[in-house]
């Protein structure tokens, strides 16, 4: 079975830290996916990565980074942490679209972030 | 650009209670459909797929068909169990890979 893990399932951070969160996969997939996932709003895409060191903005990329050094971890980072930015976190992984445009996304269990 | 719309909740039934929630779609080629389901405390799962029109995904007594002339997906069931109270989404795939999602449709099943 695919296993996409996150590094928290609860953190609780100060207005003005640096925040990191890790997702991890362990099914050799390409595609990394970060979202928040807002009562209301659905899933809002973040940040995406096709590759190693690959990035691209999805819908939502203001106040976060992402990190990819390695195939199987993808990182979001909150360079200053404010509240609107307290949510809940998801990470997907997937293989590379097929010929069909079937893409199944795998996600890990969440991370709720509380930003005081 | 794409978009996705189900049907706002909370939905609220009665257990056996027959079930259907609305989703629709916009988008420019053919997009593959899914829904996906979230359990108290988890993260999303797969829970059915479509990938062209006609084509119904079918899983734990769910289905949905994929409607390109009405843009729709919607899910259905014949009859609810308390164990299926979740958060239920809709969900499309661009041309990217990328998933478009739907505002999710909570729903709770009573004894």
């Known amino acids: 079975d695919v296993k996409v893990t996150q590094s928290s399932r609860y953190l609780v951070k100060r207005t003005g830290e640096k925040v990191f969160l890790e997702c991890v996969q362990d099914m050799d997939h390409e595609n990394m996916f970060w979202y928040r996932q807002d009562p209301g709003l659905g899933l809002r895409l973040i940040y995406f990565?096709?590759?190693?060191?690959?990035?691209e903005k999805g819908d939502i990329p203001e106040g976060y980074s992402v990190s990819r050094e390695k195939k199987e971890r993808f990182s979001l980072i909150l360079e200053s942490a404010s509240t609107n930015q307290t949510s809940m976190y998801l990470c997907?992984?997937?293989?590379?679209?097929?010929?069909?445009?079937?893409?199944?996304?795998?996600f890990g269990p969440g991370t709720r972030l509380t930003v005081l | 650009g794409n978009s996705v719309t189900q049907m706002e909740g909370p939905v609220t039934l009665s257990e056996e209670a027959f079930l259907t929630i609305n989703c629709t779609y916009t988008?420019?080629?053919?997009?593959?459909l899914f829904w996906y389901v979230q359990y108290p405390g988890e993260g999303l799962q797969l829970l059915l797929k479509?990938?062209?029109?006609?084509d119904k995904g079918s899983n734990k007594g769910f289905e949905a068909t994929y409607r390109k002339e009405t843009t729709s997906f919607h899910l259905e069931k014949g009859s609810v169990q308390v164990s299926d109270s979740a958060v239920y989404f809709c969900?499309?795939?661009?041309?990217?890979?990328?998933?478009?999602f739907g505002q999710g449709t909570e729903l709770s099943v009573k004894p």
């Open positions: 997907a992984s997937s293989f590379p679209r097929l010929a069909d445009s079937y893409n199944e996304q795998f």
């Open positions: 969900a499309l795939s661009d041309q990217g890979g990328k998933l478009i």
């Open positions: 479509a990938t062209k029109a006609d």
């Open positions: 988008a420019t080629g053919y997009p593959s």
């Open positions: 990565s096709y590759d190693v060191k690959m990035k």
